[in-house]
């Protein structure tokens, strides 16, 4: 994808706009028409930001 992100502000930055995207998934889906691939993407997503959380958490520890 892009280049790793390495500062703390700048992580944040990716954390808070991945979860914004997430969001306005969310809100974009119609419950009536909604289907269980589009659910298995959700989850997906909440795992990928999970798994960046916690590789940026470590990276945070080792800043101290």
């Keep these: ?3 790793a992100v390495s500062d703390q502000n700048l992580q944040l930055s990716y954390l808070k706009t991945r979860l914004n995207m997430f969001l306005e998934v969310l809100e974009a889906i119609d419950p009536e028409t909604t289907e269980l691939e589009d659910i298995d993407r959700l989850i997906q ?3 990928d930001l999970e798994m960046k959380y916690e590789r940026f958490k470590k990276d945070w520890g080792k800043s101290r």
Aim: charged share 15%; glycine share 16%.
């Design 45 to 47: 997503m909440i795992d």
């Design 1 to 3: 994808m892009g280049n």
